[in-house]
């Protein structure tokens, strides 16, 4: 059996699902009046509650009652019809020889939707874990300590794959290694890539090293 565990993060690391979820919320507040890439970059792996504090703020005015509920709505659309994998995911689990897991943000849900649309739900079946179900949300270590605890390894047997700042710092204070994917950025360092089929060969050299 493999001594290492790789945990990987949903939203823009598994599924092309950031762009989404953030075109959903220009398509609700005509107000909102930022380019879509900044709100990308500025609500990349947070919590919805602490975004929608952020967009209070910017509005400078609360949000009606119901503008969660109709926020997943338009998000649930959005995906039915426009999301896809990361490009090169399902090649890269295909060709992944570790055991794996999904510990992601998002609710069951909307977990369960993203899989099944994309077709990588085979990959993961039930290991898959909310922060939701756990009330714990990165940048807190909670919802990785508790994948790994689910899936029977200790943090320091864990790799963990994210594409945000407080996914990183969520890896961090849970003692686990991580790897940032950023295919968009024009410098790397040792524990950055930029294309999913770089990974299997990086976690095969991370499980070599002594």
């Not at 949903?10 to 005509?30: I, K, M, Y």
């Not at 999904?102 to 977990?111: D, F, L, R, V």
């Not at 099944?116 to 039930?126: C, K, N």
């Not at 300590?145 to 945000?164: K, N, Q, R, W």
Request: glycine residues 6%; proline residues 8%.
């Amino acid at each position: 059996m493999s001594r290492l565990l790789v945990i990987f993060d949903l939203d823009g690391t598994l599924v092309d699902s950031e762009t989404l979820c953030n075109q959903a919320f220009l398509d609700l507040l005509p107000l909102l009046n930022e380019p879509l890439e900044s709100l990308v970059d500025q609500f990349r792996g947070k919590q919805l509650s602490r975004i929608l504090l952020e967009i209070e703020q910017k509005l400078s005015s609360p949000l009606p009652a119901c503008f969660e509920q109709s926020y997943r709505q338009r998000v649930a659309e959005l995906f039915a019809t426009e999301l896809r994998a990361i490009e090169g995911v399902p090649e890269m689990l295909q060709a992944l020889t570790f055991p794996c897991c999904i510990a992601s943000s998002g609710p069951p849900e909307k977990i369960r939707q993203s899989l099944a649309v994309t077709g990588l739900a085979p990959f993961f079946g039930e290991q898959v874990f909310s922060s939701y179900l756990i009330g714990s949300w990165k940048p807190e270590p909670g919802l990785f300590l508790h994948a790994a605890s689910a899936m029977g390894f200790a943090p320091t047997d864990c790799i963990v794959v994210e594409d945000s700042p407080v996914g990183l710092q969520a890896a961090a204070a849970a003692g686990m290694r991580a790897l940032h994917y950023a295919p968009h950025s024009k410098t790397h360092s040792a524990r950055s890539f930029s294309h999913m089929s770089a990974l299997p060969t990086i976690l095969q050299a991370m499980d070599l090293a002594p």
